[in-house]
């Protein structure tokens, strides 16, 4: 009797657990990645999510472009860790990168910034990691964690007050990933879908005047949602300026 409802405790227990295990993904995907050239070690501020500058230094540098993972943009600004697996000179924890462009490899999930693969490395093996040139790594998803910043809508620089509007979110901390975004038509009173023009770019010809307000649909750890930025953008926007937001996109 005893040994029995042991065993029924352990099935519920089990029973339990797995619905949680499944529902956070939290495990490692094998795959190979390699590196790209860089005269300075950072990222591009050219890359195909349109993050500019911000793609070039985010996350101290260590970013990366991706193919499979690149989901047609919705991949942009996502955080993976990223570990090489030949013990003799592979560090335990390998790097944390932020997607910010796209690039195809050598069988390859991570074309990383030079300071990124580095960081792969067990102290005093760098060389030996990358002459190798690619490598087998697993990756995991993790939460995007950026401390002292709040979420950021940036106007684009190809931007042109006030006929054509472009966005690009900054700092998207969490999980989640941003599928589409609305612009509030106050004279219309209705939301009004706006084109993703590549990678994390969102854009609008004639966009409303006066001060504009968004909405994002996420999808994260609640699912599908919709998160409002009332007045977001102000009235007289500028190209290249990133406001700051109260949002949270997880």
Same mark, same amino acid.
């Not at 990645?33 to 500019?52: E, Q």
């Given at each position: 009797?005893?040994?029995?409802? &042991?065993?029924? +405790? @352990?099935? #519920?227990? *089990?029973?339990?657990?797995?619905?949680?295990?499944?529902?956070?993904?939290?495990?490692?995907? %094998?795959?190979?990645?390699? =590196?790209?050239?860089?005269?300075?070690?950072?990222?591009?501020?050219?890359?195909?999510?349109?993050?500019?500058? +911000?793609?070039?230094? #985010?996350?101290?540098?260590?970013?990366?472009?991706?193919?499979?993972? +690149? %989901?047609?943009?919705?991949?942009?600004?996502? @955080?993976?860790?990223?570990?090489?697996?030949?013990?003799?000179? @592979?560090?335990?924890?390998?790097?944390?990168?932020?997607?910010?462009?796209?690039?195809?490899?050598?069988?390859?999930?991570?074309?990383?910034?030079?300071?990124?693969?580095?960081?792969?490395?067990?102290?005093?093996?760098?060389?030996?990691?990358?002459?190798?040139?690619? /490598?087998? *790594?697993? =990756?995991?998803?993790?939460?995007?964690?950026?401390?002292? =910043? %709040?979420?950021?809508? &940036?106007?684009? $620089?190809?931007? &042109?007050?006030?006929?054509?509007?472009?966005?690009? #979110?900054? =700092?998207?901390?969490? %999980?989640? $990933?941003?599928?589409?975004?609305?612009?509030?038509? $106050? !004279?219309?009173?209705?939301?009004?879908?706006?084109?993703?023009?590549?990678?994390? #770019?969102?854009?609008?010809?004639?966009?409303?005047?006066? !001060?504009?307000?968004?909405?994002?649909?996420?999808?994260?750890?609640?699912?599908?949602?919709? /998160?409002?930025?009332?007045?977001?953008?102000? &009235?007289?926007?500028?190209?290249?300026?990133? +406001?700051?937001?109260?949002?949270?996109?997880?």
């Amino acid at each position: 009797m005893g040994f029995s409802l &042991k065993l029924q +405790y @352990c099935l #519920v227990s *089990v029973m339990v657990l797995l619905p949680a295990v499944c529902y956070s993904q939290d495990y490692f995907v %094998k795959s190979r990645a390699t =590196y790209y050239g860089s005269p300075d070690c950072l990222g591009t501020p050219s890359g195909a999510c349109g993050f500019g500058e +911000y793609g070039r230094s #985010v996350n101290d540098a260590n970013v990366a472009g991706v193919s499979r993972l +690149y %989901k047609n943009g919705t991949g942009c600004g996502a @955080c993976y860790q990223v570990r090489c697996t030949n013990p003799q000179i @592979c560090a335990d924890n390998g790097v944390n990168i932020v997607v910010t462009d796209y690039g195809e490899g050598d069988n390859t999930d991570f074309i990383l910034s030079p300071r990124a693969y580095a960081r792969m490395a067990l102290p005093d093996t760098g060389a030996h990691l990358f002459a190798y040139g690619v /490598v087998d *790594v697993e =990756y995991q998803r993790i939460p995007c964690q950026y401390s002292g =910043y %709040k979420t950021q809508v &940036k106007v684009h $620089e190809h931007s &042109k007050y006030s006929n054509y509007l472009a966005i690009v #979110v900054l =700092y998207q901390a969490g %999980k989640s $990933e941003i599928l589409s975004v609305d612009i509030w038509q $106050e !004279d219309c009173k209705e939301w009004i879908g706006m084109r993703r023009a590549y990678g994390a #770019v969102f854009d609008m010809a004639n966009p409303p005047s006066g !001060d504009i307000s968004l909405r994002f649909q996420v999808r994260g750890s609640a699912g599908l949602t919709w /998160v409002q930025a009332p007045n977001v953008i102000p &009235k007289y926007w500028k190209a290249g300026v990133a +406001y700051e937001t109260d949002i949270q996109l997880y």
